[in-house]
């Protein structure tokens, strides 16, 4: 089955805001950030309290810490904004084509070519966002596909072909992120 499939600049964007805020390396760093950085701090007020003898220096290091958790998500999300403000729109439009089949999938601009086809058992994730669909291949291959009725029986055949649960991050959008 081929399907004819528009890209707008606001689906990259989307697909930007999903990187940067909700991918799986993201929510890594993320909790690395928040609970590594709040141990390291009550670890080494911990032990210089210990080793200089002074209590004040743990009660420093657990006040410290829990200004980390509490501050640092506002930081964070700040941070993603900034980011994300920085990519710009060209209102351009790309027409894609995407051909799905039982042992494989296709995405191209022009024609079909073997780089641009990939065996559905390589499909690793596949998430679902406000106004699209991401298929993450191999983990270094990302197709996005736009939201609609027509594209999400696809990607349910996909992910059904492929053996795999949709992600759903129902309120993640570019614009709703931002404001």
Same mark, same amino acid.
């Given at each position: 089955? %081929?399907?004819?499939?528009?890209?707008?600049?606001?689906?990259?964007?989307?697909?930007? %805001?999903?990187?940067?805020?909700?991918? $799986?390396?993201?929510?890594?760093? $993320?909790?690395?950030? %928040?609970?590594?950085?709040?141990s390291e701090i009550m670890i080494a007020f911990f032990i210089l309290g210990f080793m200089? #003898?002074?209590?004040?220096?743990?009660?420093?290091?657990?006040?410290?810490? =829990? =200004?980390?958790?509490?501050?640092?998500?506002?930081?964070?999300?700040?941070?993603?904004?900034?980011?994300?403000?920085?990519?710009?729109?060209?209102?351009?439009?790309?027409?894609?084509?995407?051909?799905?089949?039982?042992?494989?999938?296709? =995405?191209?601009?022009?024609?079909?070519?073997? #780089?641009?086809?990939?065996?559905?058992?390589?499909?690793? #994730?596949?998430?679902?966002?406000?106004?699209?669909?991401?298929?993450?291949?191999s983990d270094s291959i990302h197709i996005i596909i736009p939201k609609n009725i027509e594209?999400?029986?696809?990607? $349910?055949?996909?992910?059904?072909?492929?053996?795999?649960?949709?992600?759903?991050? #129902?309120?993640?959008?570019?614009?709703?992120?931002?404001?």
């Amino acid at each position: 089955m %081929t399907k004819n499939i528009l890209l707008k600049d606001n689906d990259l964007l989307d697909f930007y %805001t999903f990187m940067v805020t909700s991918s $799986k390396k993201a929510r890594n760093t $993320k909790i690395f950030n %928040t609970i590594g950085v709040f141990s390291e701090i009550m670890i080494a007020f911990f032990i210089l309290g210990f080793m200089l #003898e002074k209590n004040i220096l743990i009660i420093i290091g657990f006040i410290l810490s =829990f =200004f980390w958790l509490f501050f640092y998500p506002f930081f964070l999300k700040n941070k993603q904004k900034k980011i994300l403000r920085s990519f710009k729109i060209n209102n351009n439009i790309k027409n894609m084509y995407i051909d799905v089949s039982d042992n494989y999938i296709a =995405f191209y601009s022009d024609t079909k070519k073997d #780089e641009n086809t990939f065996l559905i058992d390589h499909i690793s #994730e596949i998430d679902e966002c406000k106004n699209i669909f991401i298929i993450f291949i191999s983990d270094s291959i990302h197709i996005i596909i736009p939201k609609n009725i027509e594209n999400t029986d696809i990607v $349910k055949y996909i992910a059904k072909k492929a053996d795999k649960n949709i992600l759903v991050f #129902e309120s993640l959008s570019y614009n709703d992120f931002l404001n």
